[in-house]
């Protein structure tokens, strides 16, 4: 095959095998042996040696960024290995043990190979035309054909659940690491020439590594394809100059790690599943990113420069309405109540346009904390400038203001959700949600507030129809996620979300025998009157709740003292069964009492939210 890549082995591969009459088989044994060698495979036999990292990496990194195939032409990648590892071994370069390392490792990857091909996330402008041209009868071998598709198709826009900017961001990515990929191997044949010759000649590389790899990616996707999109079809596949709203979508990536510190940390799912198919996601972004963009003018209010802090802020809390008045002391470095942080607000049915600032009885319910008729006059102003801010960002339709209460629209969520998922932020919606299994919705639950992580685990739950399994599954996960570690109380703490009264008593008496939430399940049991028998709940759960209740009193030794009376073994044996079931805890909370508990010398706490930010506006 002539062209780019001229020394990849590919017609000595093919001489003489009956495959090489297949076109699929074809543009397979190319894509591999090309991509092998562009990795750095050996090639001192005349093909690319495989091994068992460049196996891995070229099926599940490389082929579904840089090819198309249909679920019918899966087959022939991992069958091109197959038979090229036997070449290799023929020409005496692979021994008997490598080579069955490097089967295995084929076998072994096919599964997560076909996954990736079949992923709409790894799709990019060129794989998905190509798709799309091919599943209507178009020849990927013809250029004319090909430029012929694309001006009958100007304008088609992707399918619901695959996002332009998604295409885009997949396919900047591929350019850059196909590049970089091209680069090196020129660079690496430079300096170390292979005896089969030179992957690339000076002439491919006279033309500029941008249309060596246009002319590569066309031999894998369609002919013609690369220099159409880059030419007079290049609206059809537009770069971030043509989405504004990204400049919005990274800065909510920035909250987003204030908070959370990893991308991957999932943010709870809106309780609005909206779609309006009148309006474009993709436009009410850039209407959004724009107003926030203007909002930080020099002529700007005094927290309109933290509009995208205030957006963020509402999507983390769950999508529930907020208050004007608690944001607005929190940025004015009021104490806040913690507990009353991510509470939702009451959304008045009607409401005056002129804001009022809550009576001074009311901000104290808010607020958690005493608040005087002079401390509501200090307030006032700064309150006042929230509104004015709130109702800036309420031009746009995706948010709303009703008295001091303020939110996101259905439409705001929708917009909100998108720019969050469009820069990687984990933001899953109702529904991965209720697909997650229960160590997952249990470790996600606790770092999101109250109100949230109680909906959502009601909503998974109800999914399940409130089997006993699903609430066994619950219950087993409190105790098992973050187990052994800084945050295993916290993922016990989740345990109050759950409505006990809801608990299948099946499900209770199952979780007696847990070793940490046990003595909790007996609690419910007892409450509800149930009978239960308290001999099978183990010591260590029994500990596990003793310690839980004593960190959240505010009552010294003799708490413990009483705690202790019965126990076997006495105070000791009651401080040492603590320590051994959750060190952590133990060690804050007796080391208030004046005992000491050694910690762990291994395991770091993980990245934990941290609080939303007084933040002063700037």
């Known amino acids: 095959m002539a062209g780019t890549l001229l020394n990849t082995g590919l017609d000595t591969f093919l001489d003489g095998t009956p495959e090489s009459r297949d076109p699929s088989y074809v543009r397979a044994a190319d894509a591999l042996l090309g991509l092998l060698s562009l990795r750095g495979a050996d090639r001192r036999s005349g093909l690319p040696e495989p091994t068992v990292e460049l196996v891995r990496h070229v099926l599940v990194e490389d082929v579904p960024a840089f090819v198309y195939a249909t679920a019918e032409e899966l087959s022939a990648f991992p069958a091109v290995l197959v038979a090229l590892t036997e070449r290799v071994r023929e020409a005496g370069r692979l021994n008997g043990k490598r080579q069955a390392r490097i089967l295995a490792a084929i076998e072994e990857t096919v599964p997560d190979f076909e996954r990736a091909m079949k992923d709409p996330a790894n799709l990019t402008w060129q794989r998905w035309y190509a798709s799309l041209l091919r599943a209507d009868g178009t020849d990927p071998g013809d250029p004319a054909a090909v430029r012929a598709w694309l ?15 998604d295409l885009m961001n997949r396919s900047e990515l591929a350019d850059v690491v196909l590049a970089e990929a091209l680069t090196g191997a020129y660079v690496r044949e430079a300096e170390a020439p292979s005896p089969a010759g030179p992957l690339l000649s000076d002439g491919d590389v006279s033309h500029g590594v941008g249309t060596v790899a246009g002319r590569v990616v066309d031999r894998w996707t369609a002919e013609g394809l690369a220099g159409a999109l880059a030419g007079p079809y290049a609206h059809l596949a537009p770069g971030a100059e043509a989405f504004p709203h990204l400049v919005l979508a990274d800065t909510l990536v920035d909250e987003h790690l204030n908070y959370y510190e990893d991308a991957s940390v999932p943010l709870p799912p809106p309780p609005v599943e909206a779609h309006d198919s009148q309006r474009s996601v993709e436009a009410g972004a850039d209407l959004l990113a724009a107003a926030v963009e203007e909002m930080k003018s020099e002529t700007a209010g005094l927290y309109d420069g933290e509009a995208a802090h205030l957006l963020y802020a509402l999507y983390q809390r769950g999508s529930s309405a907020e208050s004007v008045a608690r944001r607005a002391a929190e940025f004015e470095d009021w ?21 009022a600032l809550p009576p001074a009885a009311e901000l104290s319910r808010l607020l958690g904390t005493p608040v005087t008729d002079d401390d509501r006059a200090r307030l006032e102003p700064s309150a006042r400038a929230m509104a ?22 259905p439409w705001g969520v929708e917009v909100l959700h998108y720019l969050l998922r469009v820069r990687g932020v984990a933001a899953p919606d109702a529904a991965e949600a209720a697909a997650w299994d229960a160590p997952t919705v249990i470790a996600a639950a606790e770092g999101w507030s109250a109100s949230a992580a109680t909906r959502v685990l009601a909503e998974w739950l109800h999914a399940r129809d409130n089997t006993v399994d699903a609430w066994t599954q619950l219950l087993t996960a409190l105790g098992t996620v973050n187990a ?11 345990f109050g979300f759950l409505d006990p009264a809801a608990a299948p008593v099946e499900a209770l008496r199952a979780t007696l025998d847990d070793p940490v939430m046990g003595a909790y399940a007996y609690g419910i049991l007892r409450a509800r009157g149930e009978p239960a028998d308290e001999t099978r709940v183990p010591r260590s759960a029994r500990a596990v709740l003793i310690l839980d209740r004593l960190s959240r009193r505010t009552g010294g030794r003799e708490v413990l003292d009483s705690a202790a009376q019965g126990w076997p073994g006495g105070i000791d044996a009651l401080v040492e069964e603590m320590a051994a079931v959750d060190p952590y805890r133990a060690g804050r909370t007796l080391g208030r009492l004046g005992i000491r508990v050694a910690e762990p010398r291994t395991g770091k706490p993980r990245a934990r939210r941290r609080s939303r930010g007084r933040r002063r506006a700037r």
């Open 335 to 355: 104490p806040v109540d913690p507990r009353l942080e991510d509470a939702p607000v009451l959304v008045p049915a009607k409401a005056p346009d002129t804001y």
């Open 484 to 494: 052994g570690t800084h945050e295993a109380a916290d993922t016990r703490a989740v």
């Open 388 to 409: 004015a801010t709130v109702d800036r960002m309420a031009e746009t339709g995706m948010v709303f203001r009703a008295g001091d209460a303020f939110g996101l629209t």
């Open 151 to 165: 001006a009958a198709h100007d304008g088609i826009t992707p399918p619901d659940g695959l996002r332009r900017a």
